[in-house]
């Protein structure tokens, strides 16, 4: 029996026009465009996260409207919260529409203040990273998304609210097409950098540079885990929204890193001004050790061999 007093969450009403990139056709000479929508359904997406612990007061500036809250680890007897950084690579299908998308998801870990009361309190980060939290009101709130897409960073804007902007990526990754890869290598420029798309190598000039993240190669078994439903959120037209993201296969979980692996993880904020992201890398995670790494690709929908001779 449902009760009154907890009534379910209201839907965001949606009334923005956002159509996907269109595809022309060399044949016809056709352009099609589809309309976009929700539930938004990933072709395929490979992401990397990785968690840093932080001191209370260096987020506290990212909730002063007071609609959501730090989640606290406690870490050695300290109160800490906890941010990540998610690179993730995207493909969409609509129609004839084919989206490709890098983005990147700089948030803290929190949870809205009117589910308080709900909230599983003192968990701690392996726990979280694991999807110990049943309820799934922990989540991350997003403070900065940068995206190499426009119509990504207008749906993203327009749906969510997230504070997503433009900006260019260039990235050396893991993948089954490429398996001599073994490091995530992962530089993100803002919108007035030159030489990045095609480039053999990322510009040296740290300039327009927001930040370089490097995961290096891991030679341990992970923990698997089922993290979704994964909660998101910000602020659409100043309301307080969340919404849930689910990952259709389980997560690669390591935490606690070894040390070998805690080295290994690098992150150098560039001297971009662009959305203060480089300056809020700086103050959020510093130079903090890295405290855990997720990882999470989605399966291949088919796969063809190489040609042989058939005389």
């Given at each position: 029996?449902?009760?009154?007093?907890?009534?379910?969450?209201?839907?965001?009403?949606?009334?923005?026009?956002?159509?996907?990139?269109?595809?022309?056709?060399?044949?016809?000479?056709?352009?099609?465009?589809?309309?976009?929508?929700?539930?938004?359904?990933?072709?395929?997406?490979?992401?990397?996260?990785?968690?840093?612990?932080?001191?209370?007061?260096?987020?506290?500036?990212?909730?002063?409207?007071?609609?959501?809250?730090?989640?606290?680890?406690?870490?050695?007897?300290?109160?800490?919260?906890?941010?990540?950084?998610?690179?993730?690579?995207?493909?969409?299908?609509?129609?004839?529409?084919?989206?490709?998308?890098?983005?990147?998801?700089?948030?803290?870990?929190?949870?809205?203040?009117?589910?308080?009361?709900?909230?599983?309190?003192?968990?701690?980060?392996?726990?979280?990273?694991?999807?110990?939290?049943?309820?799934?009101?922990?989540?991350?709130?997003?403070?900065?998304?940068?995206?190499?897409?426009?119509?990504?960073?207008?749906?993203?804007?327009?749906?969510?609210?997230?504070?997503?902007?433009?900006?260019?990526?260039?990235?050396?990754?893991?993948?089954?097409?490429?398996?001599?890869?073994?490091?995530?290598?992962?530089?993100?420029?803002?919108?007035?950098?030159?030489?990045?798309?095609?480039?053999?190598?990322?510009?040296?000039?740290?300039?327009?540079?927001?930040?370089?993240?490097?995961?290096?190669?891991?030679?341990?078994?992970?923990?698997?885990?089922?993290?979704?439903?994964?909660?998101?959120?910000?602020?659409?037209?100043?309301?307080?929204?969340?919404?849930?993201?689910?990952?259709?296969?389980?997560?690669?979980?390591?935490?606690?890193?070894?040390?070998?692996?805690?080295?290994?993880?690098?992150?150098?904020?560039?001297?971009s001004p662009e959305e203060n992201m480089a300056a809020?890398?700086?103050?959020?995670?510093?130079?903090?050790?890295?405290?855990?790494?997720?990882?999470?690709?989605?399966?291949?929908?088919?796969?063809?061999?190489?040609?042989?001779?058939?005389?």
């Amino acid at each position: 029996m449902s009760n009154p007093k907890n009534p379910p969450k209201p839907l965001l009403p949606y009334e923005i026009d956002i159509s996907f990139h269109p595809q022309v056709s060399s044949i016809s000479n056709v352009t099609a465009t589809a309309p976009a929508s929700m539930p938004f359904y990933y072709a395929s997406f490979v992401a990397v996260w990785v968690y840093w612990l932080t001191d209370l007061e260096n987020v506290e500036r990212h909730f002063e409207q007071g609609d959501f809250k730090p989640y606290v680890f406690n870490d050695g007897g300290k109160d800490k919260a906890l941010v990540a950084i998610n690179f993730q690579t995207y493909t969409s299908h609509a129609g004839m529409a084919l989206g490709t998308v890098n983005e990147v998801e700089f948030n803290i870990c929190s949870y809205p203040t009117s589910d308080q009361h709900r909230v599983p309190m003192g968990l701690s980060v392996k726990e979280f990273m694991m999807g110990i939290d049943q309820t799934k009101r922990i989540g991350l709130f997003r403070i900065h998304v940068p995206a190499d897409n426009t119509i990504a960073v207008a749906a993203g804007r327009g749906f969510f609210g997230e504070p997503k902007f433009f900006a260019k990526f260039w990235y050396m990754i893991p993948s089954l097409n490429l398996q001599s890869q073994k490091v995530w290598d992962i530089y993100i420029y803002d919108k007035n950098a030159t030489g990045v798309v095609g480039a053999s190598k990322p510009p040296a000039s740290k300039a327009n540079l927001i930040f370089h993240l490097t995961v290096p190669e891991i030679n341990v078994m992970p923990e698997w885990a089922n993290t979704s439903p994964l909660a998101l959120y910000t602020y659409v037209d100043g309301i307080p929204n969340g919404s849930h993201w689910q990952m259709l296969l389980p997560t690669e979980n390591y935490c606690p890193l070894s040390d070998e692996m805690c080295a290994g993880v690098t992150m150098e904020a560039g001297d971009s001004p662009e959305e203060n992201m480089a300056a809020d890398i700086r103050a959020l995670i510093g130079d903090n050790p890295a405290v855990g790494i997720q990882i999470f690709r989605s399966s291949p929908a088919c796969i063809e061999g190489a040609a042989y001779d058939v005389r």
